[in-house]
């Protein structure tokens, strides 16, 4: 039998019959462990460097940041499409 039980939020434990324990570190980015604001803020920079400027890279996560109180998506959209 097996059973899963986590000694830290990013560390499970199985505990086998015979038991023996494996640790398995979860990787950031897993529905277990979601990135942080900042994480993804750095993915973003990352995945945006060759497409958009920086000043609108760092506008666009402003905007994603507030997006629950964005009038309109379109503000957003345009900063994407480097307009």
Excluded: Y
Excluded at 24 to 47: H, M, N, S, V, Y
């Amino acid at each position: 039998m097996l059973r899963i039980f986590a000694t830290k939020p990013d560390h499970p434990m199985a505990d086998l019959k015979e038991a023996r324990k494996i640790l398995e570190e979860i990787p950031a980015g897993d529905p277990q462990r979601a990135l942080t604001w900042d994480e993804l803020a750095a993915k973003f920079r990352e995945g945006a460097s060759g497409t958009l400027s920086a000043t609108a890279t760092e506008k666009a996560i402003a905007t994603i940041g507030a997006l629950d109180e964005l009038p309109d998506v379109r503000q957003l959209t345009a900063l994407l499409a480097g307009a």
